[in-house]
C-alpha cells in the first residue's frame, strides 16, 4: 500500500522559514515523479514545485524563496520555504506519480498525501 505523509507544516510569522517532509512508502520513490501542491482558503489547488532527478519546476509566486529536493535512499521529498509571506498560507501536499519527468498537471499524480497546514501570520 503507498503512503505518502507529510510533516512540518506549523505557524510561522512572516519573512519566516519552514521545512515539509514527504515521507514515501510502498513505492520505488526514486522511480517516481514528485510535486508539492497547495490549497488555500476558497481557493484552487495549485502546484507548487515538483521535482524529477535533477530537474525542478517551481512556481513564479515562489521562485527564489522555495526549494524542492528529495534524498531518494530515504523515500523522501522535502519542501524548504523561506521568506513565507502571509499568501503562502495553505494545506501544502505532497504527491508522487510513475513517470520519468517533472510534472505540472495535478490530474497526472496518482498519490497524494493527507496534507499540512501551513500558517503565515503578519
Known amino acids: 500500500q503507498v503512503q505518502l505523509v507529510e510533516s512540518g507544516g506549523g505557524l510561522v510569522q512572516a519573512g519566516g522559514s519552514l521545512r515539509l517532509s514527504c515521507a514515501t512508502s510502498g513505492l520505488a520513490f526514486n522511480m517516481n515523479s514528485m510535486g508539492w501542491f497547495r490549497q488555500a482558503l476558497g481557493k484552487e489547488r495549485e502546484l507548487v514545485a515538483a521535482i524529477y532527478g535533477r530537474s525542478t519546476y517551481y512556481a513564479d509566486s515562489v521562485k527564489g524563496r522555495f526549494a524542492i529536493s528529495r534524498d531518494n535512499r530515504k523515500n523522501m521529498g522535502y519542501l524548504q520555504m523561506n521568506s513565507l509571506k502571509l499568501e503562502d498560507t495553505a494545506v501544502y501536499y505532497c504527491?508522487?506519480?510513475?513517470?520519468?519527468?517533472?510534472?505540472?498537471?495535478?490530474?497526472?499524480?496518482?498519490?497524494w498525501g493527507q496534507g499540512t497546514q501551513v500558517t503565515v501570520s503578519s
Open positions: 504527491a508522487a506519480t510513475q513517470v520519468p519527468y517533472v510534472v505540472r498537471d495535478s490530474d497526472m499524480y496518482i498519490y
